[in-house]
């Protein structure tokens, strides 16, 4: 079974307006950590945010946002005021305390933002 | 700060020619280590991961290996490549094993 899923390939969103990039996850580990990278067209892996299984409250870094919903195990990631740098490919990941040695990724969403 | 180089940025490489990639790590001190491919359009997959000099663990069965001869340097290597090795590879560290992971700039292998 896929650790992430991303059922979104590609997103469209205009300039300055939010949009929500959907992750859900499936695990039987009690202890875990969410992440989401963005990748740019150079390649570059950017870590943007990251969610732990016990954090009661939903992370936020500046613009992004994680709307962590634990009983539905979904890791959406919120992008707000979107700019034209924005586009790129986001990757939801996933490592658990008894694997940690890995992180699981998902297949992405391709963001397109349109000025 | 810390910092990861990897390099080099792209690599042309005939069928059946060695191969070593090589990525380091400034700033920290016993970094936890990673390889990972990715796929045209695809996710990463992890290939190796290093938790100390001379430890090194695979995730799965190919066709290359992985070293790590000093504490922050950590090699990717194959003694014969293959058509199937093409794609983008990404050195990455962390701190511990349970945070996020810092990647390189990646190398993009083309074998022909």
């Known amino acids: 079974a896929q650790k992430i899923t991303q059922t979104q390939p590609g997103m469209f969103v205009q300039e300055k307006e939010a949009v929500t990039l959907d992750c859900t996850y499936d695990?039987?580990?009690?202890?875990?950590?969410l992440f989401w990278y963005k990748q740019p067209s150079s390649g570059e892996m950017i870590f943007l945010i990251y969610?732990?299984?016990?954090?009661?409250q939903n992370a936020t870094e500046g613009r992004y946002s994680l709307n962590f919903q634990k009983a539905r195990k979904s890791a959406n990631l919120v992008i707000s005021a979107s700019q034209l740098g924005d586009s790129a490919m986001y990757f939801c990941?996933?490592?658990?305390?008894?694997?940690?040695?890995?992180?699981?990724f998902g297949t992405g969403t391709r963001l397109t933002v349109i000025p | 700060s810390q910092t990861i180089h990897q390099w080099p940025a792209t690599l042309v490489q005939p069928v059946g020619s060695p191969l070593s990639l090589e990525c380091t790590v400034e700033?920290?001190?016993?970094?936890?280590l990673y390889w990972y491919r990715q796929a045209a359009g695809r996710g990463l997959q992890l290939l190796f991961y290093?938790?100390?000099?001379?430890?090194i663990s695979s995730e799965v069965p190919q066709n290359l290996s992985a070293s790590r001869p000093q504490d922050r340097q950590f090699i990717l290597s194959s003694k014969k490549l293959l058509l199937s090795d093409s794609g983008f590879y990404l050195c990455?560290?962390?701190?511990?094993?349970?945070?996020?992971?810092?990647f390189g700039q990646g190398t993009r292998l083309t074998v022909v």
């Open positions: 990941a996933m490592r658990e305390l008894t694997g940690a040695n890995n992180l699981f």
């Open positions: 290093s938790v100390g000099i001379g430890q």
């Open positions: 700033g920290t001190s016993n970094p936890n």
């Open positions: 695990t039987s580990d009690p202890s875990y950590g």
């Open positions: 990455a560290w962390s701190r511990r094993l349970n945070t996020e992971a810092f």
């Open positions: 969610q732990g299984s016990y954090d009661q």
